[in-house]
């Protein structure tokens, strides 16, 4: 079970961070990734991050804006949100193996 905390509505240039707690599974090796869903709009991969966590990867559209990071201890996944963009909204999705959560919106607006 994936479930996805820290969304909500902020404004323009503002910040906020998207957590991921994974539970149930019996490994946690494997890549983590965050994906949104705008409205009208396909679903498209925000991130990706590594078993350990030492390579990370950011869509063009977020790069120097989001930072993805992991706590395997904690079983948690992270995303780090700044300079937020009103383009920036949707519904943001973890996924770990074939799981996803159950998503979690985020609207950037004045």
């Known amino acids: 079970r994936l479930v996805e905390s820290g969304g909500g509505s902020v404004q323009p240039g503002g910040s906020l961070r998207l957590s991921c707690a994974a539970s149930g599974f019996t490994s946690s090796t494997g890549a983590m990734y965050w994906w949104r869903q705008a409205p009208g709009k396909e679903r498209e991969l925000v991130a990706t991050?590594?078993?350990?966590?030492?390579?990370?990867d950011q869509a063009d559209s977020v790069k120097g804006r989001f930072t993805i990071s992991r706590d395997n201890a904690k079983k948690t996944l992270y995303l780090q949100m700044s300079s937020l963009k009103p383009e920036d909204t949707a519904v943001y999705y973890c996924k770990f193996q074939n799981y996803w959560g159950q998503g979690i919106q985020v609207t950037v607006s004045s």
């Open positions: 991050i590594s078993s350990g966590g030492s390579i990370t």
